[in-house]
């Protein structure tokens, strides 16, 4: 079962199951009907999420009052971001339908709850009226009010979450709203407050009136009023104070009594200001309560009426709107009871003297009082009828100084403007140019400049991160590119463009450069190269190159590479080569062998690593005696080196 109430009357036609609205809402399912509306279940085709979208009906689309209602409605409920409130998340037109997509809560609503199970328990039912109360509080901190408090917008999420739903209803709490002009008492007569219902005025206790009703019928399974037409309902909210639990259920804690009564009161003055006040109370309330008190069901379950056997009729009585008269009328009156046979007069037991009566030239005198009243409260008192003036374009000082001019009072509702400076009235309600009585309310929107998000920071956040706080700060993402980073991990974000701070429009693209992790380097092989080159070479491509070692080689020339480690491959900039660099070949010292015989000297050089030649100096006698060698003795020279023996 979804959390939105199915509607008593057939679905709306045209039916719009199967259609995309706004290129972007796949509607999947009817849901409810409502007074102004029709909610369906719709697949939000770009975010891939179910959503709760409500259509206006057809026939209001053309009613400027009705879209005005419709548009603030979404602009209002919008505003109010809580966890326990049915959030707004886009409206829009399309094809002559105007909608709004809203959160999808899967769950039951109150009103189900109720039908299948009859009374809660304490304890279930301060559990669903606790966040029920948080969300209107924070309504009423924005300065709105719901206005249509009932539980068939008490959702119950699956998991046990409680939303508030439908602020369809919204206006300023500073406007003290009267009824609307569409001939419907707005809100619920079965919890409609008596100062809605005599006066047609709304305040942030009118909701609580209504939510203390709820608890009444959550605590009992009856509603606190019934009859079988709705202005019956409507004459008992006014007439009667709302019951007492413990008149309904036996053994009820007088706690109970207490703030049921203290929300339920007729007079707004005597009951809390408004719903945190009304949370406060019942928080106090549920520490007086024992855990047994708290888990013992007061009334019964039912099935079919609400628990008193009471009729389908007056069931749906107190769950109709209520007539009210025509726009012109700025409050609501309710049928008199139908007048009683007049009672026979008193006789007294002595005779009384008659006088002249006086009293028809007294009705004489007050009838022609209260006409003379009657035109002046029509013609120049509060009641004269005066044509709204334009305040459009004007600032805000300025609209509410001309509207006091000509005897009306305002009420203001900001809203983002591309085209109206901050401080400016965009428009006005009702719109210029109509008439409506002195005294009454003009509620003024006034521009708060041009709807802009801040880009958050996104720099070495992972593109998943990086997209998710785009969508809450209500941007989105733009061209993506990658580069290599030294510093940033590889699919982490290395910057963004426009930079972080810079204010964009809702749905603004950010583009977003993403790191490809470090740069590879290929290993270039050095080895033969002389230190410096090899140096040159391997730094200028980003690395390090330390020296290892110095040995001796016989094939590389002293001071260059004789190796390297790593001889190839890839690195990254900064990681180390490490190289080997030649000492030259090993060197000896010539034995000086000057006066030997050559078969002695020769052993004796071999023996020290090095070659033999002999020369004669005198070939004809020689006795082969070493004269002298090439080089001399002590000479350092390479191992393997040949020495000259010159022999006599």
């Not at 019956?232 to 639990?245: S, W």
């Not at 049921?260 to 309560?289: H, I, K, N, W, Y």
């Not at 002999?614 to 002298?628: A, D, R, W, Y």
């Amino acid at each position: 079962m979804n959390a939105y109430t199915r509607g008593v009357s057939s679905p709306a036609v045209p039916d719009l199951v199967g259609e995309v609205l706004d290129g972007r809402y796949e509607v999947l399912e009817h849901l409810a009907d409502g007074g102004m509306a029709i909610v369906y279940r719709a697949l939000d085709l770009r975010l891939h999420r179910e959503v709760a979208l409500k259509v206006l009906r057809p026939h209001l689309v053309h009613d400027d009052e009705f879209v005005r209602r419709f548009e603030r409605e979404a602009r209002s409920a919008a505003g109010l971001q809580h966890p326990h409130i049915v959030g707004v998340l886009d409206y829009g037109s399309d094809n002559g339908h105007l909608f709004i997509a809203m959160e999808y809560v899967a769950g039951r609503t109150l009103r189900q709850v109720l039908e299948d199970e009859g009374s809660l328990t304490p304890r279930a039912a301060l559990d669903i009226l606790d966040p029920t109360l948080d969300a209107l509080a924070h309504a009423h901190r924005a300065g709105l009010i719901h206005r249509d408090v009932k539980p068939e917008n008490v959702l119950l999420r699956d998991d046990g979450v409680v939303k508030v739903a439908d602020f369809g209803l919204v206006r300023a709490v500073t406007s003290q709203t009267v009824t609307s002009s569409s001939q419907v008492l707005l809100g619920t007569v079965a919890y409609v407050s008596p100062e809605q219902v005599g006066r047609g005025i709304a305040d942030a206790r009118s909701d609580v009136y209504a939510a203390g009703l709820i608890l009444f019928e959550m605590l009992t399974g009856e509603k606190a009023f019934s009859g079988d037409l709705p202005v019956n309902v409507a004459f008992q909210h006014v007439h009667e104070d709302v019951p007492k639990v413990s008149s309904k259920v036996a053994g009820t804690p007088k706690v109970l009594d207490e703030i049921v009564s203290a929300a339920g009161a007729r007079d707004p003055d005597l009951r809390p200001t408004d719903a945190a006040e009304f949370r406060s109370l019942l928080a106090g309330a549920r520490s007086r309560l024992s855990d047994q008190q708290l888990d013992r069901r007061l009334g019964t379950a039912h099935t079919g009426t609400d628990g008193s056997g009471r009729s389908a009729a007056a069931l749906s009585a107190a769950t109709a709107p209520l007539p009210v008269p025509s726009s012109d009328v700025a409050t609501t009156t309710l049928p008199t009871a139908t007048p009683q046979p007049a009672l026979p007069p008193v006789r007294t037991a002595y005779p009384v003297k008659r006088k002249r009566k006086a009293w028809p030239w007294v009705l004489v005198a007050l009838s022609a009082a209260l006409l003379a009243a009657t035109v002046w409260v029509f013609t120049k008192g509060p009641l004269t009828p005066t044509p709204v003036p334009k305040v459009e374009g004007l600032e805000l000082a300025a609209a509410q100084k001309l509207l006091t001019s000509v005897g009306l009072a305002s009420s203001t509702q900001q809203a983002f403007s591309e085209d109206a400076a901050a401080g400016i009235v965009i428009s006005s309600d009702p719109r210029a140019g109509t008439t409506i009585r002195k005294s009454q309310t003009v509620g003024l929107i006034v521009s708060k400049g041009p709807e802009r998000y801040a880009v958050p920071p996104l720099a070495n956040l992972s593109v998943d991160q990086a997209l998710a706080a785009l969508k809450e700060a209500r941007l989105s993402s733009g061209r993506q590119s990658q580069e290599f980073s030294e510093t940033v991990t590889q699919g982490a974000i290395i910057s963004v463009d426009p930079a972080e701070g810079t204010p964009l429009p809702p749905g603004g693209a950010v583009n977003l450069v993403i790191s490809k992790g470090r740069q590879p380097i290929a290993v270039t092989n050095v080895e033969g190269k002389s230190l410096a080159d090899a140096k040159s070479t391997l730094e200028g491509a980003g690395l390090v190159v330390a020296v290892g070692s110095e040995e001796n080689s016989d094939t590389v020339p002293k001071g260059n590479v004789i190796s390297q480690t790593p001889p190839g491959g890839q690195l990254f900039k900064g990681d180390t080569v490490t190289v080997v660099v030649s000492k030259g070949p090993v060197l000896v010292a010539v034995p000086d062998v000057v006066g030997n015989q050559v078969g002695a000297a020769t052993a004796t050089l071999e023996a020290a690593g090095l070659r033999v030649k002999v020369q004669k100096l005198l070939p004809g006698i020689n006795f082969g005696t070493v004269q002298s060698t090439d080089p001399a003795a002590g000479t350092q020279i390479p191992k393997g080196s040949t020495v000259t023996l010159k022999t006599v």
